[in-house]
């Protein structure tokens, strides 16, 4: 078991740790991150993404019940967290949604994939891959809805949800991070293999996405200035803790066999993405909290992390 919690955890602080290294000795610098960033997103997980679907038993993609714990520990933790935000801290509508964001959208790219890869193997992208798809789905459209409804000048009367949702929808299917992977499920479920010629370079990219994430992820720490409080304490308590415990709970409730709920409790207990503290500056709103959270999450999250690891082996 200690092999297993450093071969899974250690490769996580060494590359985060290189980033960071980078961003102090002046050999990169913040908003490199932000380049590295979009490699990533745009090219090296979705094509990771693809060839794990792809390679991935149809029988498991079908998995309707796995399907569905995810939904419910993502929407579940985020819901939870809007009704706190509303009525607990009296937060408006627009700042609710963002700390909902930060306490409900997992880094399943830059931390989750990683530990998958190195606990379950191939198979273990599955996971990411529907995540994905729930917080493209469904968890960013509803987040950018309810920021629209808070921005002051709004006309809530011309505001139409259905529309928004669509329009949404749309810009996700456009994502690569959603079509390119979803096109690996598709070829899966047909039964189709792409030649060598083809599948190699698209494995060569895909690799590179763990390391490279990683990477970014420490850059971007670099020169931040956490500060732990209420807000603080209580999104990462929602995400480390609360998020894979519904996640185990759930699971357990659909009977999901031991590789999936090995799945769904990494994905819970994986902390809060990057992009939630995108959606922070980009809204100008609860960006303190946010980036805290989100830097202190990841810090607690290697400790977090390799718990669940020993509980669920």
């Known amino acids: 078991m200690p092999s297993l919690l450093l071969q899974s955890l250690f490769p996580l602080v060494f590359i985060m740790l290189l980033g960071w290294l980078s961003g102090k000795l002046g050999y990169t610098h913040r908003k490199d991150a932000t380049v590295l960033a979009t490699v990533v997103i745009r090219f090296a997980l979705p094509f990771h993404l693809f060839i794990g679907a792809l390679n991935t038993n149809p029988d498991k993609i079908k998995n309707f019940s796995f399907m569905a714990v995810l939904v419910i520990g993502l929407m579940g933790s985020y819901l939870l967290t809007l ?14 949604a963002i700390q909902s964001l930060v306490c409900a959208f997992p880094d399943m790219a830059y ?15 599955l996971g990411v891959l529907i995540g994905n798809l729930v917080t493209s789905v469904l968890m960013i459209p509803l987040t950018i809805i309810l920021i629209r409804m808070g921005d002051k000048g709004t006309d809530l009367e011309t505001l139409h949800p259905g529309k928004l949702i669509m329009q949404n929808l749309l810009r996700a299917v456009r994502n690569p991070i959603v079509w390119i992977p979803v096109s690996g499920v598709v070829l899966s479920l047909a039964g189709v293999q792409l030649p060598h010629l083809l599948s190699s370079p698209i494995e060569m990219v895909g690799k590179i996405a763990g390391g490279l994430s990683l990477f970014a992820l420490g850059l971007l720490f670099y020169g931040e200035r956490p500060s732990l409080n209420i807000q603080t304490f209580t999104n990462i308590s929602i995400k480390n803790l609360i998020q894979p415990a519904m996640m185990a709970v759930a699971g357990l409730t659909f009977g999901l066999s031991h590789t999936l709920m090995q799945q769904v409790v990494i994905i ?6 990057i992009a ?4 922070a500056l980009r809204s100008d709103t609860y960006i303190e909290s946010a980036s805290s959270s989100i830097l202190i999450g990841t810090a607690i999250g290697v400790l977090t992390e390799g718990v669940m690891i020993y509980l669920i082996s």
Do not use: N
């Not at 706190?84 to 509508?93: A, C, E, G, M, T």
């Open 83 to 96: 009704i706190l935000s509303r009525y607990v801290f009296r937060h408006d509508i627009k700042t609710s």
């Open 111 to 125: 931390f989750g994939a990683p530990v998958l890869s190195v606990l379950i193997g191939p198979e273990g992208f």
């Open 268 to 273: 819970g207990a994986t902390p809060s993405a």
């Open 276 to 279: 939630a503290g995108m959606f």
